[in-house]
């Protein structure tokens, strides 16, 4: 069943390359998802998929290409988290100690190797960029706000619910040092991020949002009891766990559950943090940042805790709707896990101490991060599961049905239409498809593709047919009373305003581009 569910995941990637090699440009729909029945792609943030859909079409075989893919993915994320502490610590040494234990976060790890969470694995690649982001705009250089602008992308392109999580990680961040941006009017900059950050990502958010506000349900994907999967304290400060992928209910006990600690680097580097927050004087601003991020980034952690008042707090109706978007509150060890062990390292720098001791500390902790690192990469050496064999041809169709119309039954979903007339030459061709009917009344046919918006039927003479939803879900098409053989042909058709959308967002790309190389100084970002 975790195999499957992975499966799926790389399916995406395998419906984008068959989309584009039948002509759809940015695909939007998977002609060929659930077995043909058509799936929607636009709920879904896919700019990165590209990358290895791309390599698919060059004959890249599945598991090499995404392979590739994990490479690039980790490149970036060593990149971003040194470039965040370098930025804000100046200290190289620093900055490699924070670079390794980012990339070795254990529930970072159990993303990659086990649950193949490829949304929540960028996001994490982007949470550094944000964070320095937010020191620029709030401390630093508040000109270099564009890389907040990149860092808040990059998550929506990656994973929705992050982008969720981020956006409360922002808000609380912005309310703890309101003081200082209202002060120095850097509030001004702030909203220039975030509405840049809107512009930018245009060709995926109007896509989502007509999607996301029409007859799609994600029931599929609701979770009824919030706290079901919230993790048991004891399991922050667990230094290994299992290879497991998803957490059970709080009645079964932790014994099968996946990963869900803050690891042994996680804790030092809360001790540090704690250590530099309590007992040292004289902060500099970029300490008082990281202490704010520290104690931020533990609230996280408490709130993924089985102790936090999910059970109370779900019985609103308002806050139960942005909970069954988050589905799970482990997924708050995203934000912490990342906001500790980039705080707790940039405390190494800050504590005041020599050079050389400085380059002791940050061996032990990096001595470790690999310590932990060897226990989780044994876990998945000793796998016997074979994920590349089940690497199929059909894998396009292997998706999960997360976004689907509220009545959906895949068992009412034929090879063929179902209808009152005479249907004859039934085809369906990636984007098109086409049949020919007579009837001596006014009839339907219900097509074995799931109604989605964005669907057109046309017969020869040039007449638009009415498009409806059927039993289970299915399309309808309403067939006027036609005593000659009348040809129909029905495609999927983008509203000319995604094209529009997409286009802002490339002119956005290059207006900011101009500018962090020209508008920021001599160095650039």
């Not at 440009?25 to 998977?30: A, M």
């Not at 009645?251 to 809360?270: F, N, V």
């Not at 050496?381 to 999960?400: E, M, R, S, Y």
Request: charged share 15%; with cysteine.
């Amino acid at each position: 069943e975790l195999i499957d569910h992975n499966i799926g995941k790389i399916g995406r990637i395998e419906a984008i390359k068959n989309e584009l090699l039948s002509g759809q440009f940015l695909p939007q729909l998977y002609t060929d998802g659930l077995n043909g029945q058509g799936y929607i792609g636009s709920l879904y943030p896919s700019l990165f998929l590209y990358i290895p859909a791309l390599l698919r079409i060059c004959h890249v075989s599945i598991s090499v290409s995404n392979q590739i893919f994990m490479i690039i993915i980790n490149l970036f994320t060593m990149f971003t988290a040194w470039f965040c502490m370098k930025r804000l610590t100046g200290d190289r040494y620093v900055a490699l100690t924070a670079m390794l234990l980012y990339c070795s976060m254990p529930y970072r790890i159990s993303c990659m190797y086990y649950r193949y969470a490829l949304g929540e694995l960028l996001a994490i690649a982007f949470i550094p960029l944000v964070i320095a982001g937010l020191y620029e705009i709030v401390y630093g250089n508040k000109k270099k706000w564009p890389i907040l602008t990149i860092g808040i992308s990059g998550i929506i392109e990656s994973h929705i619910l992050s982008t969720l999580l981020i956006v409360i990680f922002c808000v609380l961040m912005v309310l703890a040092c309101i003081a200082r941006i209202i002060k120095d009017r850097r509030w001004i900059y702030l909203i220039m991020a975030a509405l840049s950050a809107a512009v930018l990502n245009m060709g995926f958010i109007v896509p989502f949002l007509y999607y996301y506000n029409s007859n799609i349900s994600s029931a599929n994907m609701a979770v009824l009891d919030f706290t079901s999967a919230a993790v048991f304290i004891p399991q922050l400060f667990m230094t290994f766990a299992g290879k497991g992928s998803l957490t059970l209910g709080a009645d079964k006990g932790i014994a099968g559950e996946g990963t869900l600690s803050l690891g042994i680097s996680g804790l030092i580097c809360t001790a540090v943090g704690l250590y530099y927050l309590f007992f040292r004087k004289n902060k500099k601003d970029s300490g008082r940042f990281m202490s704010i991020i520290l104690m931020i980034s533990l609230l996280f952690a408490f709130m993924a805790t089985t102790v936090f008042p999910w059970g109370a707090m779900q019985k609103f109706r308002s806050l139960r709707s942005i909970l069954v978007m988050i589905q799970f509150p482990y997924r708050f060890l995203i934000i912490a896990s990342a906001g500790i062990v980039l705080s707790g390292t940039a405390a190494v720098a800050f504590m005041g101490v020599s050079e050389k001791n400085r380059k002791i500390i940050c061996a032990l902790i990096m001595a470790t991060a690999a310590f932990q690192l060897i226990l989780l990469n044994d876990s998945f050496l000793k796998d016997t599961v074979n994920i590349a064999g089940k690497f199929q041809p059909d894998i396009a169709n292997q998706l999960n049905a997360d976004y689907t119309p509220l009545s959906y039954d895949p068992s009412k979903f034929g090879t063929e239409p179902v209808s009152t007339a005479q249907i004859s030459d039934y085809t369906h061709n990636d984007m098109v498809t086409t049949f020919n009917y007579r009837s001596d009344e006014d009839s339907y046919a219900d097509m074995p593709l799931i109604m989605y918006r964005g669907y057109e039927a046309v017969a020869d003479d040039g007449t638009v047919l009415s498009i409806s939803e059927g039993p289970g879900a299915m399309l309808r098409i309403s067939l006027p009373k036609s005593d000659a053989v009348t040809g129909v042909t029905l495609k999927y058709v983008q509203p000319w305003y995604f094209m529009a959308s997409l286009i802002v967002s490339a002119v956005t790309a290059v207006l900011l581009a101009a500018y962090m190389i020209f508008g920021t100084g001599k160095k650039g970002l």
